[in-house]
């Protein structure tokens, strides 16, 4: 007998509840192949869309807030997300690209005035270690690091991976054979060291000579170029940071550290050579330079008044010119050690 009505919607609870069941089912089974579980999976992968539909709202409706704060309640009341990133590998490619933004709204929906995702998490952390291992499969690479991302808007998340051995594993993920790989890694390295200013002072202050001795030598002096050259750039963000100034002057008092930045400024490519110098400028800018570096830049003064003589940007840029002048007077005016 023909269906007359059609079935009635079900509600953002309802809907995490029976995502989170199809779930389960996949995760118990992961090697069978059979119809039923492609037609879970079929299923499953309708479900997730629709959780995407009411986070973000489609072609013809915009999300509903109160909807939002039902469907995250429910995500984190019990262990969607989890079971959600567990079974990515297992989703469609389609499936796998709407959980991930999935995650990524989820993390930023407030239920009472509370980010409930940063709170799950806090108790949940073997969920990041899931997230960072995921660099070591290409297939995931991408989608778990979109994730890990959106993850680290939380403070405690970027503390927690700051302060663990994870962080030690990005100095190799970021040299990752596959170009989408590594630059991915490169973000999520960059904003593990960016965003939460207090957090990230704190870390290289009680982490500061392995920190460096890594990032020098695997990053600065790498032989890939957009490793050098994303390296650079973030050097000269994390020192010029003002959160960062203990950081900074230490780094700047070091020779080893200006012998480096000066290899850089010979660099066959102009863009690193415009990062380093901008990194150089603050070694040179020190009102408190140690002897040694003082030592270093007269020694090697006439190779960098030679070099900024002909040094330029491929555009016009004022404040360029005025920092170069700058450093030009700072290095000319030095005095070597009697």
């Known amino acids: 007998m023909k269906r007359f009505f059609k079935a009635k919607p079900r509600t953002p609870v309802e809907l995490v509840r029976s995502t989170e069941e199809l779930l389960m089912y996949i995760h118990q089974r992961p090697t069978s192949r059979d119809a039923k579980r492609e037609e879970k999976m079929a299923e499953l992968t309708k479900y997730i869309r629709e959780v995407k539909f009411i986070l973000y709202g489609n072609n013809v409706s915009e999300p509903i807030p109160e909807a939002c704060a039902q469907l995250t309640q429910q995500f984190f009341q019990g262990d969607t997300l989890k079971l959600l990133i567990i079974c990515l590998p297992k989703l469609s490619l389609e499936a796998r690209r709407d959980a991930t933004q999935v995650v990524a709204n989820v993390q930023r929906q407030q239920v009472n005035s509370r980010l409930i995702a940063c709170e799950y998490l806090e108790a949940n952390k073997d969920i990041l270690d899931r997230l960072v291992a995921g660099y070591e499969n290409m297939d995931i690479a991408l989608h778990y690091g979109s994730m ?59 982490n500061y000579d392995w920190f460096f001795v890594e990032y020098n030598g695997k990053l600065l002096e790498s032989p890939k170029y957009i490793t050098r050259r994303v390296a650079v750039k973030l050097l000269g963000d994390i020192l010029l940071d003002r959160s960062n100034v203990a950081v900074m002057m230490r780094y700047v008092s070091s020779k080893d550290n200006l012998r480096i930045l000066m290899n850089l400024l010979r660099d066959p490519s102009k863009n690193i050579q415009i990062e380093a110098f901008h990194v150089l400028k603050v070694f040179i800018a020190n009102a408190n330079k140690p002897q040694d570096i003082i030592n270093v830049l007269v020694a090697n003064r006439s190779k960098l008044l030679r070099f900024f003589s002909d040094f330029k940007t491929d555009r016009e840029d004022s404040n360029f010119d005025q920092d170069k002048a700058q450093v030009i007077k700072e290095i000319a005016g030095l005095e070597p050690e009697d």
């Open 148 to 206: 890990l991302r959106e993850c680290i808007r939380h403070q405690n998340v970027a503390r927690y991976i700051l302060e663990s051995d994870y962080l030690r594993q990005f100095f190799g993920y970021m040299e990752h054979q596959n170009f989408d790989v590594a630059s991915d890694a490169t973000a999520t390295f960059k904003e593990l060291l960016t965003r939460h200013k207090s957090t990230v002072s704190d870390f290289l202050m009680r």
